[in-house]
């Protein structure tokens, strides 16, 4: 035993140095930059002042506005994600004649980086809806999403529920063959329609599942900048702008450094007590057969 227990210490070894270097130290040393004044060149003095960057963010109506907006944009997306999320799985898993053709449709959007999605469809809310527009006349059907504010907002929506869905779609797929048979059969011969069998037999028996997809995209939405970079920029006017770019602008774009990673520790605080959470309750709610 003890023999094996060295075998797992040499292979995890390489591993956990590398998760210390690459993740640890970073974090450890983000957090005690937040508390100097710094513009992040190597040659610049680092000026110690305590609180007063995390007691600045609270007067920082941008940063917080795209807290707000971070928020909204999540809840909205994770819900219509996993909604989606779900019902592909279960589309997929019938007899569908081309549900392989399917699964790997729904799939791909994932294997898109985000940057190539967000250029995608910049061009296709953008530039093909204005040439629609010129073409039909349809002005009110066909405009630029991207330029108005409330649009605009939309459209990252739609592009990370159109990346993010056949992922969290596998998720499920998962989760739903894990059922046995017998279990659904069962119910069905008690007389339990599709609805009834969905609600009361196959969600509870998928809460596992569920735990990992909520997870994954509450992280993802509320970390969201790859798709915020390329899809809008944060505009018009910063009016889609989300965290991660107002942190990203802050450090790289004004130089604050200092006050740039303030900003990220406290949004760490806020994703990881609100994921937390989510783990805990849904957790709470798993069944096992």
Known sequence: MKIKKRWYVLFTAPLMLMFFIIMIVPFITGIGYSFVSWDGLAKSEKIFVGLSNY?????????????????????????????????????????????????????????????????????????AMTSLSEMTGMENIFFNWLVDKEFAFYAMIVVATWQMAGYMMIVYIAGLESISDDVIEAAQTD???????????????????????????????????????????????????????????????????????????????????????????????????
């Not at 109506?61 to 819900?79: D, G, H, N, P």
């Not at 999320?85 to 985000?114: C, D, E, H, Q, S």
């Not at 609600?199 to 915020?228: A, E, G, Q, R």
Request: aromatic share 12%; with cysteine.
């Open 55 to 127: 007691t600045k963010l609270f007067s920082d109506t941008q940063f917080l506005a795209s807290i707000v907006r971070t928020t909204v944009f999540t809840l909205v997306t994770v819900l219509i994600v996993n909604i989606l999320a779900l019902a592909f799985a279960l589309l997929v898993t019938t007899k569908l004649k081309v549900r392989n053709v399917a699964r790997t449709m729904l799939f791909l959007p994932y294997l898109i980086g985000g940057l190539i999605l967000g250029y995608i469809w910049q061009y296709v809310l953008g530039e």
């Open 191 to 289: 007389g339990a329609g599709f609805w009834q069998t969905l609600l009361h037999v196959k969600l509870p028996l998928l809460m596992s599942s569920v735990t990992i997809c909520l997870f994954l995209t509450l992280s993802n939405c509320f970390k969201i900048y790859d798709v915020n970079v390329s899809l809008t920029g944060g505009g018009p006017n910063n009016s889609t702008e989300m965290v991660s770019m107002n942190i990203f602008n802050e450090i790289f774009t004004k130089s604050n450094f200092g006050y740039g990673q303030a900003k990220a520790v406290l949004f760490f605080v806020i994703v990881a007590i609100i994921t937390l959470i989510q783990v805990k309750v849904t957790k709470d709610k798993e069944v096992t057969l």
